[in-house]
């Protein structure tokens, strides 16, 4: 979901003079990134402006969308969708077409969308996407005005959930073209088909607007009637916001936690979000290049972080140690109910272990011909948690490993991102949310040539188990889980990035503010049917 830092939210809460309009007032550590949801590459809020078939509801359940019904064929590969007769905030109509062009236009090589990967499994969706093919060959139709006929290469367990992502939501050819290079880079600029539309976001302000979208077609269920949006930096002055009663929902840095988790209003959010080292096997520099190539350097990594000192004493805001790449709490077994992050531990990977990790430390520099090693850790500066974070990676490896000497360097969230993408950096602090509730949102991120595998990692065996549960074994249920659950056994054997810790997020919640939807994978904050009470 989100390749880089966490994106916090915090809510507030009043009515406006007229009791039938209902306000909130919403901050975000950061400011979007973009409205264009071809280009975009956070979706932790944009449901609330962008509908596709489907939206994910309470406890992460497939909910009503723009698709009033639909159907798949025995064989799996064949969806259909009718859509409902619904509108964009224009009063335009929404159509079939609008899927199909949206589509294209997403897997489009010139757009450069890096989710387009997500289409993966959609007929013929990597052939456009890598230029070989034209774009109308994809696997998706338009019958009419209100049929949309996708096929796919082979069954997709999770379809269905991935319809709810708003990745796969229409888009107006008519105001793409209206608005040409203009499009979507205000909000004015863009026609929105959710329960809010946006107003007021320039680009580059720390304001902006989600007011209720009277044309959505449920829009009765919408008791909102306008969000305010401000970026608010730090949790102090969040949490100065929250006692002043300008915020009914603020998020809390560690030192906050421990003063307030016995508060009537401490609430806690799970989220099926990884933070990792990402290490680049690509470096510019030879010699720290031979460094992250050896494996016995990346384990000793590993072993020197204490992730129990990291999660309670450090960062103490609820945040969980991690068993392997993917999140525990996201998928389990379909025959035996067995949760992935327990079917995917290695013993001695991803635990503390001082005497082993100096064992392969001394290993690792002998191979390399080194008396010692300096590394420098790329972070985002506006990400409250990565400071803390780098500073103790930096103490503890140094104090464990000797020899070793790790330089920290913080960048804004956007340059940091830039970094990776030109492959710029020894060692990143990432982080990774899932898009879906399996485990192939995760697992997919360390394949050859994907989008976000800024680090260049590669594994020809890795590779192999995870084509063989996306296509021999896409049908059938339990051989699939066992390809992926042998894959991240893999990756963690061979430290392909070194997992952290699982973000959960502590907050003061206002008891007034009701009815917002969380869910712990997918599209994060749904604001659908929340209200002040």
């Excluded at 002055?237 to 016995?262: A, C, F, I, M, W």
């Excluded at 972080?305 to 077994?333: C, I, Q, Y």
């Excluded at 260049?456 to 049908?475: C, R, T």
Aim: hydrophobic residues 35%.
């Amino acid at each position: 979901m989100v390749a880089g830092v966490a994106v916090l939210l915090a809510a507030c809460g009043k009515q406006s003079s007229d009791s039938n309009k209902q306000t909130l007032n919403l901050s975000m550590s950061q400011p979007i990134g973009s409205l264009d949801i071809s280009k975009a590459t956070d979706f932790s809020q944009t449901g609330n402006a962008y509908e596709s078939f489907f939206r994910l509801g309470k406890n992460g359940k497939v909910t009503s969308g723009l698709a009033k019904s639909s159907s798949v064929s025995k064989d799996g590969k064949t969806w259909t969708f009718n859509l409902r007769h619904a509108k964009w905030s224009n009063g335009s109509a929404i159509t079939a077409q609008d899927f199909v062009y949206s589509w294209r236009r997403t897997v489009t090589p010139a757009t450069k969308s890096q989710y387009a990967y997500l289409f993966s499994g959609i007929k013929n969706a990597t052939k456009v996407n890598d230029g070989k093919v034209a774009a109308k060959t994809l696997g998706i139709k338009a019958v009419g005005k209100h049929k949309v006929v996708v096929t796919l290469n082979k069954p997709i367990a999770y379809f269905k959930t991935l319809m709810t992502y708003s990745l796969f939501a229409p888009q107006s050819q008519r105001i793409v073209e209206k608005y040409g290079k203009k499009y979507a880079t205000r909000s004015q600029y863009n026609v929105y088909s959710g329960p809010f539309k946006i107003e007021n976001w320039t680009g580059t302000g720390n304001k902006w607007d989600f007011v209720k979208n009277n044309q959505y077609w449920d829009k009765k269920a919408v008791k909102l009637h306008k969000i305010n949006y401000q970026i608010v930096a730090d949790n102090s002055t969040g949490l100065d916001l929250y006692r002043q009663k300008k915020l009914d929902l603020t998020p809390l840095s560690s030192e906050q936690v421990k003063n307030y988790q016995n508060n009537k209003a401490f609430k806690q959010y799970a989220f099926a979000y990884i933070t990792y080292l990402k290490y680049n096997f690509k470096d510019p520099n030879s010699v720290r290049r031979a460094a992250i190539h050896n494996r016995n350097i990346r384990m000793a990594f590993s072993l020197a972080v204490n992730r129990d000192e990291l999660t309670k004493k450090v960062l103490g805001n609820g945040s969980t140690t991690p068993t392997g790449f993917v999140t525990s709490g996201l998928a389990a077994d379909p025959e035996t109910g067995e949760d992935f992050g327990q079917a995917q531990k290695v013993k001695n990977h991803v635990v503390y272990n001082k005497a082993l990790a100096q064992a392969y430390w001394k290993k690792g520099l002998k191979q390399l011909g080194l008396k010692k090693l300096s590394l420098t850790v790329t972070a985002a500066s506006d990400d409250q948690t990565t400071s803390p974070v780098t500073q103790y990676l930096k103490g503890q490896l140094e104090q464990v490993l000797p020899g070793f000497n790790l330089d920290i360097k913080q960048v804004p969230g956007q340059v940091a991102n830039q970094l990776g993408q030109k492959g710029e950096f020894d060692m990143t602090v990432s982080s990774w949310g899932a898009d879906f509730k399996d485990p192939i949102s995760f697992l997919q991120i360390p394949e050859t040539g994907t989008a976000y595998n800024y680090g260049k990692y590669s594994n020809k065996a890795y590779d192999a188990l995870i084509s063989k549960a996306q296509n021999q074994d896409a049908n059938n249920a339990e051989a699939r889980w066992h390809d992926l659950v042998q894959a991240s056994r893999l990756f963690t054997k061979d430290q392909g990035m070194t997992p952290l810790y699982q973000q959960t997020t502590s907050y003061l919640q206002n008891p007034n503010v009701k009815g917002i939807v969380h869910n712990t994978a997918g599209e994060e904050w749904n604001f659908k049917t929340a209200y002040v009470k």
